[in-house]
């Protein structure tokens, strides 16, 4: 389609306001050429209010006339004869010229003609204010202009950024990197003492220090590098950042934009966390040289973890407006990313879903119209995951300020949009002689989206995790202690009676026997030789002494038989950790591996008991499983495997696992905390289902695989699966 049409009207109902007017762009503003995706673009520049602007090359054409002599009626026909593809159109003229004038950017021979530009520099501002409203988890408040700081120790702060300052960044990274492998154990422990109420102060002296090195390392970036280029880099704002309530500094290098190597852009962007990291190696091996409790060693563990958590979930993550999106961005060579896929999500909606056919966007090629979609829905996904869990973190411990956030949240996210789009539809210009159209559409889409959600049912299910089991299982136990010197291998078929599964030396059985036979021998020489002399007192006494003596004896053969066990019953030896025990003590008693039967086993899953209520109240549709992480074992259908009950579930709810690998330590889902008698238990109840698996599982299933079952139940709406699932969420806080 051509340009033009994408752009809809050339004219605008407005124009007679503008058309006489001769501005003239203010003499200090700079102009630089960019390439962008192959396509040249104009950054123009004015120091003094650090303000930025972007132009394509119609824009650039229009603004580079504008010298106080010429009209804006003269210029624009001038540029429609020069390449009226390029070229603004009316409306795109008038919104030029508002940002322009807005910006101060703009000097203008009739002040009295210039009502709609001043309105609509009231609307950028009543629209900035909103926009700061809306983001208020990362509120700025300007507090110091640091460019003289900053250009005064340039020469220091640049040193980090040439080839000696690189290596010396590796160099500490290797010997980080070393010391927390080595000390990883030890730190994991450490790690989870960090939310501590006592650690709160120590993390948050740590946040300042650690945002401060990295703003400052954006700030002598952007000196060194705009150097390299021949610019100044002017730093013209320093303040704070409410992130999270919790003020922390912020800088403005936005002057950055002028420079034209992107490579350039993306390594000041990247500064930060460049400079943060340093902190952070340093602080490694700070850690780890010195004792623990002390405030130097606290300190220096919550730097590594504060600066590693926030580096990942926020700083270097292209989904977030911080130091990764704007790498991301220039990396793309697609400034304004996250404006402009915006923009566009709402040019989608007013286009095609209110039919608004004179709808304007800057979005024009194809690779564009696919990615920023995209980008849209993942960037808002992604932030209402991360401060979602930032709400609940808050809200486990600081229960006030959770509740504050979740009801802020709900109106930032959903209640404000929506009135904003509720505004737009019965107030806005664009509607205009077309209102009750769009009005019926967005109904009929509202209409079609709760019939989707409320009224059409589906198929409704619950997963859980669950084990596989032997129902025939026969434990083998060592009946008596000594060195595991030998064993069958895990997983292998046995024969009762023939195949050796266990075998154990004990040297001082084998010494205790040999002594004892050895006695037993002597008695009986002593018998036979009182038998001789005819002392029958004597061989009486000798005959009782032999008697207890091959009692012991045989008890210690029967010891010495036991060290080798066979296997009792046909079936599959398992016994996983046999390989580490090899060469070890065993004592009496100890649990060694099982037999089991590959033909009789059952899965055993946990279910929540806010699932659990629906499988006493509610007929159980069917129960398929699958095992987990083998997405691969299927039934010749492709499908998963079915499975039955076994019997009813357990009635009552339990907190002890029957398995340990469904706890979330062991990679489950199950959440588990410590017992008042230290003993481990699950965060919650839950109920305990057991199902028969089908015949043409069985050779898939070895006892000790962790399973996912599919519970499926009656159909119900989207609507109210949702809502059933938010419910279950809050009740199990």
């Known amino acids: 389609m051509d340009t033009r049409q994408e752009r809809h009207s050339t004219y605008h109902d407005q124009w007679y306001l503008v058309e006489s007017l001769t501005p003239a762009l203010r003499p200090d503003v700079n102009i630089r050429r960019q390439t962008y995706w192959g396509t040249p673009w104009y950054i123009l520049s004015e120091p003094d209010n650090n303000a930025h602007f972007r132009l394509a090359r119609g824009g650039y054409a229009f603004v580079s006339m504008l010298d106080g002599s010429r009209t804006v009626q003269e210029i624009w026909e001038t540029c429609q004869d020069a ?198 190696f340093l602080a490694t091996l700070v850690w780890a040289n010195t004792a623990e409790g002390t405030s130097l060693h606290l300190l220096a563990r919550n730097c590594v973890l504060i600066t590693s958590v926030t580096t990942l979930l926020f700083n270097i993550n292209p989904l977030l407006r911080f130091d990764g999106y704007f790498v991301f961005s220039d990396l793309l060579d697609m400034p304004n990313l996250y404006q ?58 600081f229960a006030t300020l959770g509740t504050l956030l979740a009801v802020s949240l709900f109106l930032l996210w959903f209640g404000l949009p929506a009135l904003k789009g509720l505004v737009y539809l019965f107030t806005g210009t664009e509607l205009a002689g077309m209102r009750e159209q769009a009005l019926l559409r967005f109904s009929l889409f509202v209409g079609v989206l709760g019939v989707l959600l409320l009224g059409i049912p589906v198929e409704s299910a619950v997963v859980v995790e669950g084990v596989v089991e032997s129902r025939e299982q026969n434990a083998i136990f060592a009946e008596v202690e000594g060195t595991l010197t030998g064993f069958a291998l895990t997983d292998t078929s046995v024969s009762k009676g023939v195949t050796r599964v266990i075998t154990i030396d004990n040297p001082g059985l084998m010494a205790e026997l040999e002594r004892m036979a050895l006695s037993a021998a002597v008695v009986l020489a002593k018998l036979e030789h009182a038998h001789h002399k005819g002392d029958t007192n004597a061989a009486g006494m000798y005959a009782l002494e032999l008697q207890a003596t091959v009692r012991q004896l045989d008890i210690l053969r029967i010891q010495a038989a036991k060290q080798a066990i066979n296997a009792p019953v046909n079936g599959v030896w398992v016994a996983p950790d046999l390989t580490r025990r090899h060469g070890k003590w065993i004592g009496k008693g100890d649990m060694l591996g099982s037999i089991y039967s590959p033909d009789n086993l059952r899965l055993r899953a946990a279910v929540d008991q806010f699932d659990a209520a629906r499988l006493f109240a509610e007929p159980l549709v069917r129960a398929e499983f699958t095992v987990s992480r083998r997405a691969d074992i299927r039934d010749r259908d492709g499908k998963l495997f079915s499975a039955r009950p076994e019997n009813d579930p357990v009635p009552a709810g339990r907190r002890q696992l029957f398995h340990p690998s469904l706890a979330m330590q062991a990679g489950g889902d199950t959440a588990t905390v410590q017992g008042p008698r230290g003993e481990v238990l699950t965060a919650s109840h839950f109920f305990e289902l057991r199902l028969l698996p089908e015949e043409e599982a069985v050779p898939h299933l070895a006892p000790g695989q962790k399973v996912l079952v599919r519970l499926v139940f009656g159909k119900q709406s989207l609507g109210e699966q949702w809502m059933r699932r938010i419910q279950q969420f809050f009740r199990n806080r």
């Open 83 to 280: 390449d009226e593809d390029e070229a603004l159109t009316q409306g795109e003229v008038i919104a030029l010229l508002g940002r322009l004038h807005t910006s101060g950017l703009l000097l203008l021979d009739m002040p009295a003609d210039t009502d709609t530009l001043l309105r609509r520099k009231q609307e950028r501002r009543l629209k900035k204010l909103g926009s700061t409203l809306s983001s208020f988890l990362f509120l700025r408040i300007p507090l110091w202009a640091p460019d003289a700081f900053f250009t005064r120790f340039q020469h220091i702060g640049g040193l980090a950024f040439r080839p000696l300052g690189f290596l010396l960044w590796l160099v500490l990274l290797f010997l980080a990197a070393h010391a927390l492998i080595v000390n990883w154990d030890i730190f994991v422990a450490e790690a989870r003492q960090t939310l501590n109420p006592a650690n709160l102060i120590w993390i948050y002296a740590v946040i300042i220090l650690a945002k401060i090195v990295h703003e400052c390392g954006h700030a002598f970036a952007c000196k060194y590098f705009t150097a390299r280029d021949g610019l100044t880099g002017d730093v013209h704002s320093m303040g704070i950042m409410l992130l999270l309530f919790a003020p922390v500094p912020y800088i403005d290098v936005s002057s950055s934009v002028q420079i034209r190597s992107r490579w350039a852009r993306a390594a000041i962007g990247l500064a930060g966390v460049y400079c943060e990291l340093f902190l952070a």
């Open 340 to 397: 402009r896929s915006q923009a566009y999500m709402v040019y989608l909606f007013k286009r095609w879903l209110l039919g608004v056919a004179k709808a304007v966007t800057v979005v024009h090629k194809r690779n564009e119209k696919i990615f920023y979609p995209v980008y849209a829905t993942a960037a808002f996904l992604y932030r209402i995951v991360i401060t979602v869990s930032i709400f609940l973190i808050l809200e486990e411990n």
